[in-house]
């Protein structure tokens, strides 16, 4: 199964973008979409959306949902973890090795949304 994008809900949506485009770029994700009310970053085709929600309704952060972003290596992951904190996300786990891959390394934070993201990879170095 391929995914084809994941979208976030924002209260603040030029807030939400200085956020990920900071934090994204170690990852190798740039932006690709600004549009008034949707912002998107992937490599060639926007993978991650950040919006408001189409209902109206104010943006909530999922119980359970946590989206994986892919990391070229463990630098990025903790350059990506850094960032986020430095812009006001909150911890959600260090950069480190995690026991649910052989070889994962992973960063956990919540965005300024609440919203809970990993960065990871897979290699030693």
Request: glycine fraction near 12%.
């Amino acid at each position: 199964m391929m995914l084809t994008h994941v979208t976030l809900g924002t209260t603040n949506l030029e807030r939400a973008g200085d956020f990920y485009d900071f934090v994204l770029e170690p990852l190798g994700l740039k932006r690709l979409v600004t549009l008034e009310k949707v912002l998107g970053w992937g490599t060639d085709v926007p993978q991650l959306m950040v919006l408001y929600p189409r209902n109206g309704e104010i943006a909530t952060a999922g119980n359970g949902v946590t989206v994986g972003l892919s990391a070229p290596n463990r630098a990025a992951v903790a350059e990506f973890h850094r960032r986020a904190l430095a812009l006001g996300a909150v911890d959600e786990g260090m950069p480190g090795p995690r026991t649910f891959a052989p070889d994962a390394y992973a960063a956990y934070v919540r965005d300024l949304d609440g919203h809970k993201i990993v960065a990871s990879c897979r290699k030693l170095g």
